[in-house]
């Protein structure tokens, strides 16, 4: 996986952020989603490579990065701190802007980012999510079932942690392996990579202040950039997969547009991880927008 990157780690917003770092050209960002790394993007990392310096990186919590102590509001992991992060991975390796592709959990670091950073990201494109206050606000009873993890993970501490820590493989079976396309788009390679993150001291307490901070501080956040008025001003492009849960409980394009002001996207053949199951057809859309504002950079 990942021949020709590098793997590294620097000290940024005071946490340490795992990442890998291949290609040359303009910046590009990946962010991974629950409850995985930055390996979601193996399939496709060399292939962005060659028209892209690109960065796939662990998010705070998650995979080698630092899993700070929790507090009481969960601000550690709010996603102003977790954008933080990034931006000043990007800038400590020479990139004042650059693009993002992120999925998932790692999709809701990047709409945070752009908001609290305007100017800096180029182009987004967000995979299989609506904008976290929107899910929120409409859940019910069918996304409840499908992501019942969202209200599993964010009750008081110690009672998640405790149960992850008991169990992590069966833990990322129950979440993985029950989406539309089950454990097949899961290489063996990246779900042992999956399987010895999860496994690390500090995991459990990441995942789980993650999401609470996601039911908290966040919406806090995105309440008030609403009734700011404030915009995505960048071009954005988001995709989610025919097969899941976004796209049947929710109206993506509609909810993204309450927010930005410069939408496209569409469905895609597949489930939930769309980069590990359809990789060629998320490239097919992907990348040509991506290409679409590209300024050379970095490094």
């Known amino acids: 996986m990942f021949v020709g990157f590098q793997k590294d780690q620097r000290q940024v917003n005071g946490v340490q952020i795992a ?13 991974h989603g629950h409850p995985q790394t930055h390996v979601i993007w193996h399939k496709i990392a060399e292939r962005l490579s060659q028209h892209f310096t690109v960065v796939a990186a662990d998010l705070r919590g998650y995979g080698d990065s630092s899993k700070p102590a929790a507090t009481a509001d969960h601000a550690p992991y709010a996603k102003r701190e977790m954008g933080r992060d990034m931006i000043e991975l990007m800038q400590a390796l020479g ?20 908001l609290d950073h305007p100017g800096v990201i180029q182009r987004m494109a967000l995979l299989d999510i609506a904008p976290t206050l929107a899910m929120y606000s409409q859940t019910n009873e069918a996304f409840a079932r499908a992501y019942w993890h969202w209200f599993f993970l964010i009750r008081p501490a110690p009672l998640p942690e405790t149960l992850l820590q008991a169990n992590p493989e069966q833990y990322l079976r ?12 899961f290489t063996d390679e990246a779900f ?10 500090g995991a459990a307490r990441g995942v789980c202040e993650d999401y609470r901070a996601s039911a908290g501080i966040d919406l806090e956040h995105d309440r008030a950039d609403i009734a700011a008025g404030n915009h995505l001003q960048l ?18 394009l509609n909810e993204w547009r309450k927010v930005a002001t410069d939408v496209r996207g569409q469905a895609l053949p597949g489930g939930h991880y769309l980069a590990e199951e359809i990789p060629d057809e998320l490239l097919a859309n992907v990348l040509p927008f991506l290409l679409g504002h590209a300024r050379a950079g970095g490094l």
């Open 95 to 114: 990139f004042a802007d650059f693009s993002v592709l992120a999925h998932d959990r790692g999709a809701r670091v990047a709409h945070r980012m752009a």
């Open 192 to 201: 042992a990579e999956y399987l010895r993150c999860a496994n690390l001291p």
């Open 174 to 185: 129950s979440v993985m392996g029950t989406r539309s396309a089950g454990l097949a788009p």
């Open 235 to 252: 071009p954005l492009l988001v995709l989610w997969g025919a097969d899941g849960t976004v796209g049947k409980c929710f109206e993506p």
């Open 19 to 31: 990442y890998r770092v291949g290609g040359s050209g303009p910046g590009l960002l990946l962010l």
